[in-house]
């Protein structure tokens, strides 16, 4: 089975940074799907963070727009998330998502798309 595994994740004070990575087990490219982050809190609000599509296009949502950076690496089959100016409402468990298209809605995701167990992001003040 195709799976997503998360790394990077850890605990930082807010302004810092960190770099979120994800990669695939063989036999899919992320550079002919789409790919994105989601971050579920505590609460169990799961929420579209960030995505790249098949073409190169970005989308970020309006809460890290101009702080976090979503990219691709092909050679390493690899998507990353490069978070700056990390703020403590950016805590929570970023979970990669990969696919013909992503959704906004996690569970949808869950079920339509490749899915990833999670990396957790903690943001002191």
């Known amino acids: 089975d195709l799976q997503l595994a998360e790394s990077g994740g850890g605990s930082v004070q807010a302004g810092g940074s960190l770099r979120l990575s994800c990669s695939v087990s063989?036999?899919?490219?992320?550079?002919?799907?789409?790919a994105g982050w989601y971050r579920q809190t505590s609460g169990n609000e799961c929420k579209f963070i960030a995505r790249?599509?098949?073409?190169?296009?970005?989308e970020y949502d309006d809460s890290v727009q101009g702080r976090f950076t979503i990219s691709r690496d092909r050679a390493k089959n690899t998507v990353s998330l490069q978070m700056n100016n990390l703020k403590p409402e950016d805590t929570g468990v970023y979970h990669c998502?990969?696919?013909?298209?992503?959704?906004?809605?996690?569970?949808?995701?869950?079920?339509?798309?490749?899915w990833g167990q999670g990396t957790q992001v903690t943001v002191s003040s």
């Open positions: 998502a990969a696919g013909g298209r992503l959704w906004n809605n996690c569970d949808v995701n869950r079920k339509e798309n490749l």
């Open positions: 063989a036999g899919f490219t992320f550079h002919t799907h789409a």
């Open positions: 790249i599509r098949s073409d190169a296009s970005v």
